[in-house]
């Protein structure tokens, strides 16, 4: 591959290097932060020699170029362009700030809410579970004794992070305002007080109490904020502004003191009397207005939204949903937003799926497949990105299947008994009308196949002149390679099912043939024997080429390259022969998750087409003697 040619064309179809605000790399991506997006030919790029994929994200255009290559285009790209490398913390930032107001606060929403999600998934699928067995006990399909400690522990779980979900929302919030996480839990905490009254019981109750403020100027009632988002937001934002601005001015001896004792005051204060009544208001009204839509006759409403959604997804606006459905959860007990959601997804996958059985180019077919297989799960990227807006009409039968579904569900007044996660698995949450999630899914999986395999057809593919010598050489190079080879697993652990993977590119086995596994200890290990291609600066990745051919890549971690080399230490160099067991990188495991990563460690076969025969592990337990994969060519 001429890596100079390919850096060449990728810098003319982005529009040139005027048209660059960043460039940076991680281990698989080129992530750039362009200027104009209208001067990117992304359509192009996906054909340029190397390239394994383009999709938007973050601000960011994220071109896949895969391990031992993405460093050396990247090389040539900034050499070409005569621009200065930006880290991957640097071009984030440059993204975040060419977006608009609006995209800010999305993305502000995705900070908040994804780091609770799994808290929230817990409890509400463990809710969807309780009520699926209290159903079928007063029906007669099963008796439970509802005395056991099981039962009545279950029971109590079920509900415990809807109970404190301020709490939670603030300590994040707190986050990512750059606030005093602990201080916002306290805000959280104000706003749940059992002094107040539960929220829940003001409409069968009343209002028992009310109190007078700003020294009888108004009363407002005494009554908490469970079930309520955007006060809470707004409160701890309160909390970071007065935080800073006293950390600036109170003398050095004081601030321990003075600082936290007066955010709190002063922010609680203003919350219980102003911030919390205005936007709870607020709040109720954009409740509403999106329960009038999804409610419109003949459910044209979520009709309108199904078809809409997979195209928030492109724009990043699908962050701010999870706050609809807490708010609907509050408000109604079920969510009518999740199952619209999952009739979305679905739909996406459906149609990548599509388009992998009836194209017969094995590059579409090795993306579209596994790509297909995560929208099922709920992570729609690969297939979107990766599959359906590369080729257009698959997007366009993805979200008619998403609008019939989400009609279907509309029609027949599905709702969710939690949120979280789509798909497949997000019948646990309507286990109170598993039916007709069965029936939404079967909608929208099947009118987005046959739309999309009926329009879906291969690119006449471009007549090429003959590479004699090229493939001369490649036929040379391979002479005295090994048909087969035996790979063993970089590190002891537990080897996970890769679609349960947090990151969409290696869950979706984009870059190839991928082993997960959660390790034990820190220490990464050659697998085979082999040379290595390339280890990073960071030490999070390093790349081998071995005996037989293959092109393994070790990635410890999700997105740990942005720790910048800290918790890893290097033992090999670029270039080094290296043998099975021997030492490669020394991770430190809880460096990686106190900076919030989780540490899974991914071994990719990144030329897995070069190879006939590719089996991998089952999940389970493995130690570095253990067999991983399997291939031959």
Same mark, same amino acid.
């Given at each position: ?35 104009? #997006? ?61 977006? #608009? ?33 209290? @159903? ?5 399909? *099963? ?13 109590? @779980? ?135 839509? *999804?409610?419109?006759?003949?459910? *044209? ?232 291609? #390339? ?75 070069? @190879? ?22």
């Amino acid at each position: 591959m001429d890596y100079r040619k390919t850096a060449q064309e990728i810098l003319g179809y982005v529009g040139g290097s005027k048209n660059i605000v960043s460039a940076a790399h991680c281990a698989t991506r080129l992530r750039l932060v362009i200027a104009d #997006n209208s001067k990117a030919d992304k359509e192009a790029i996906e054909n340029v020699d190397g390239v394994k994929g383009v999709f938007e994200a973050s601000g960011q255009l994220q071109i896949i170029l895969g391990t031992g290559t993405v460093n050396k285009v990247f090389d040539e790209f900034i050499a070409i362009a005569g621009i200065t490398a930006s880290t991957k913390a640097e071009a984030k930032e440059a993204a975040a700030e060419k977006q #608009n107001w609006f995209m800010k606060a999305i993305k502000l929403l995705g900070d908040i809410f994804v780091p609770i999600i799994p808290a929230i998934v817990a409890s509400g699928f463990l809710m969807g579970i309780m009520n699926a067995l209290d @159903f079928m006990n007063a029906n007669g399909f *099963l008796a439970i004794d509802t005395s056991s400690s099981i039962y009545v522990f279950a029971n109590l @779980f079920s509900n415990i992070a809807y109970t404190f979900l301020q709490i939670l929302i603030a300590f994040s919030a707190a986050k990512a305002f750059g606030a005093n996480q602990y201080l916002g839990a306290v805000i959280g905490m104000i706003m749940i007080h059992p002094s107040l009254q539960n929220a829940y019981t003001v409409a069968t109750e009343g209002v028992q109490q009310t109190q007078s403020v700003f020294f009888g100027l108004y009363h407002i009632d005494m009554v908490g904020y469970q079930g309520h988002v955007i006060p809470i937001i707004i409160a701890v934002w309160i909390l970071s502004v007065l935080e800073k601005k006293l950390h600036k001015v109170v003398p050095a001896a004081l601030d321990l003191f003075v600082t936290p004792l007066v955010s709190v005051f002063v922010t609680g204060y203003l919350t219980l009397s102003i911030v919390g009544p205005i936007f709870v208001w607020g709040e109720n009204a954009i409740l509403g207005a999106i329960q009038w839509m *999804l409610t419109l006759p003949l459910g *044209l409403g979520s009709l309108i939204m199904g078809g809409l959604y997979a195209p928030t997804v492109v724009t990043g606006i699908h962050q701010m949903y999870t706050a609809i459905d807490i708010g609907q959860l509050a408000k109604y007990g079920v969510t009518y937003w999740l199952p619209l959601a999952s009739a979305a997804n679905v739909a996406q996958g459906a149609a990548a799926l599509a388009v992998g059985v009836k194209s017969k180019d094995q590059k579409i077919k090795s993306l579209a497949l596994p790509s297909s297989l995560s929208a099922f799960m709920g992570i729609t990227e690969p297939a979107i990105f990766g599959v359906n807006l590369r080729f257009f009409k698959p997007f366009i039968a993805g979200c008619i299947g998403g609008g019939c579904g989400a009609l279907y569900a509309s029609l027949v007044h599905l709702g969710a008994k939690g949120t979280g996660v789509t798909g497949i698995f997000g019948i646990l949450l309507c286990l109170n009308q598993p039916l007709q999630y069965i029936i939404e899914m079967a909608i929208s999986v099947g009118v987005a196949f046959v739309i999309s395999f009926m329009i879906y057809k291969d690119k006449e593919p471009a007549v090429k002149t003959a590479a004699t010598e090229t493939t001369v050489e490649k036929i040379e190079e391979t002479a005295n390679v090994v048909e087969a080879e035996e790979i063993t697993s970089p590190v002891n652990g537990n080897v996970v099912a890769t679609a349960e993977v947090a990151d969409e590119t290696f869950a979706s086995e984009m870059l190839g043939t991928t082993v997960a596994v959660e390790p034990t200890d820190g220490k990464i290990v050659a697998p085979c024997d082999g040379e290595v291609m #390339n280890i990073f600066d960071t030490g999070h990745a390093v790349c081998i080429a071995t005996e037989a051919g293959a092109e393994l890549l070790i990635h410890i971690g999700i997105d740990t390259v942005s720790m910048d080399g800290k918790g890893f230490v290097k033992k090999v160099a670029d270039g080094a022969k290296v043998r099975k067991g021997d030492v490669l990188i020394e991770a430190d495991l809880d460096a990686i998750k106190a900076a919030g990563h989780p540490a899974t460690t991914m071994m990719i076969l990144t030329n897995a087409d070069d @190879f006939s025969k590719v089996e991998k592990t089952a999940a389970g337990t493995v130690t570095t003697a253990d067999l991983a994969m399997k291939i031959e060519k």
